[in-house]
């Protein structure tokens, strides 16, 4: 049982080159989420999905796309890279987001690191 | 709104003595609380998780962490710090609106355990 699963696990790119992670999860979860961490910072919510098909924004969506087509995958776009984009890049998935305690416990997959020169 | 500050962002312990990482978290209604850690180049790992049942809520590896609503406190404790505990460990809360729960982290704390 493999979790989520993130690739590339590492990344460089020069500025304006675009590029897509990938997020697969094999739990059926319904939520997704892309968290971009940086230093201090803790992690702050990209975009999410709560189901095939849909996706929304979270805090900081400025410069990235997403796109839900299977409920498995997830991917994160970056069309046009910028140095200020630099980050470590986590997605993580959850059963359900709906108000129920505890159901929102997140699993992680293992982060990719990207640069932008 | 809701919002989670980490008092500390670096915590020194020698190993064998208590580690306590401070979280204090600020929202309308009661939410859900948790800690995750954070070992260098990984991804985030759930250490234990508040869920209004007891308030004193027992985790993985020893971890400890007690609610406590009139301190808008949920305070991480072990009584013996191991080297394998030096990680970063982040306080999250979680509050349901809808159909989604915001999730809302610390900016995070980086353990270090001295021999």
């Known amino acids: 049982n493999a979790g989520v699963t993130q690739t590339p696990k590492f990344r460089v790119l020069k500025t304006g080159q675009s590029m897509t992670l990938l997020c697969a999860q094999d739990?059926?979860?319904?939520?997704m989420y892309w968290y971009r961490q940086d230093p201090g910072m803790g992690l702050r919510l990209i975009h999410y999905s709560v189901g095939e098909g849909t996706t929304a924004k979270g805090e900081v969506p400025d410069g990235y796309n997403v796109s839900r087509l299977k409920k498995q995958n997830f991917l994160l776009g970056l069309e046009s890279a910028a140095p200020s984009q630099t980050s470590v890049y986590f997605c993580a998935s959850s059963p359900t987001g709906r108000r129920t305690f505890g159901a929102n416990v997140l699993t992680f997959g293992a982060g990719s690191r990207l640069t932008v020169l | 709104a809701q919002s989670v500050t980490q008092l500390d962002s670096h915590v020194s312990v020698s190993e064998g003595t208590p580690v306590l990482l401070r979280c204090n978290y600020s929202?309308?209604?009661?939410?859900?609380l948790f800690w995750y850690v954070q070992h260098p180049n990984k991804g985030l790992q759930l250490l234990l998780k508040?869920?209004?049942?007891?308030?004193l809520v027992k985790g993985i590896n020893g971890f400890e962490a007690e609610f406590k609503k009139s301190e808008t406190s949920f305070h991480l404790t072990k009584p013996s710090a191991h080297m394998s505990d030096a990680a970063e460990y982040f306080c999250?809360?979680?509050?349901?609106?809808?159909?989604?729960?915001?999730?809302?982290f610390g900016t995070g704390t980086k353990l270090q355990v001295i021999p």
């Open positions: 929202s309308s209604y009661s939410p859900s």
């Open positions: 739990m059926n979860h319904e939520y």
């Open positions: 508040y869920t209004s049942a007891a308030t």
């Open positions: 999250v809360v979680s509050l349901g609106s809808g159909g989604y729960q915001k999730v809302t």
